[in-house]
């Protein structure tokens, strides 16, 4: 059984995501793969659209989704089994197409931030054509804009 996961909403520092590191998220080193954090990251991303109340269901229900175009990442410290975390998700462009994420991924202990993500996305329809983006998501987002 998966982890239980901690959310909550705070417009002023971005949306809040707590999380418990599972061991099967580690690698041979003891620590967290380099890969895995795209997990963390999307983990916080669907929290931050359920909690807005436009989480995956109403994108698939409206036939789009949103589909990630560009990622940068950067590792500042290691993450370890069983290290509480908390991700704080802001948007930093919200265009007609697209939405850009900054996501901060942070240690509770000893409360350092240990690994940031830059992130592009696109709305698109499920023949891969770029759509625009639901109004009222936009409007929700925007109090999340950074």
């Given at each position: 059984m998966a982890p239980v996961a901690e959310v909550e909403l705070r417009a002023a520092s971005g949306h809040r995501f707590a999380y418990r590191v599972p061991l099967y998220e580690i690698d041979m080193g003891q620590a967290?793969?380099?890969?895995?954090?795209?997990?963390?990251?999307?983990?916080?991303?669907?929290?931050?659209?359920?909690?807005?109340?436009f989480g995956y269901p109403e994108l698939v229900a409206r036939q789009m989704h949103l589909a990630v175009v560009e990622a940068h990442l950067r590792y500042r410290q290691p993450v370890r089994y069983d290290d509480q975390i908390e991700i704080y998700t802001t948007v930093t462009a919200l265009k007609s197409r697209s939405i850009h994420f900054h996501q901060q991924l942070f240690r509770c202990t000893p409360g350092t931030l240990a690994t940031e993500l830059r992130l592009a996305t696109v709305s698109i329809n499920f023949e891969g054509k770029p759509v625009p983006l639901p109004?009222?998501?936009?409007?929700?987002?925007?109090?999340?804009?950074?």
């Open positions: 967290v793969y380099h890969g895995n954090y795209f997990h963390f990251f999307e983990l916080a991303r669907e929290a931050l659209l359920r909690d807005l109340g109004a009222e998501l936009k409007e929700r987002l925007a109090s999340f804009q950074a």
